[in-house]
């Protein structure tokens, strides 16, 4: 982790008021371990709790902000069932 004040540049545009999770791994075909899946949750969570992230954040796949794969077909579609996970970017 490079640390909640560490601003990305993964998505132009978006770095400054965003935090970009990185599950590591090929998620085209299929999700992550749920261990995995469950520790980007837990990030998220103390993110809020640490007042790093709003409570009322958006969670959106990195090509929902640029033109990728990522974050592949299966964890996109995982992701998508998420808690405030949201379509559009506003
Ligand atoms: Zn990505």
Known sequence: MRGWDAVGAHAAGYNSQSIGIVLIGDWISSVPPSVQLQAAKDLISIGVELGYIRPDYQLIGHRQ??????????????????????????
């Open 65 to 90: 902000v640029r033109a990728t794969e990522c974050p592949g077909d299966a964890l996109y579609n995982e992701i998508s069932n998420w808690e405030r996970f949201t379509h559009g970017v506003y």
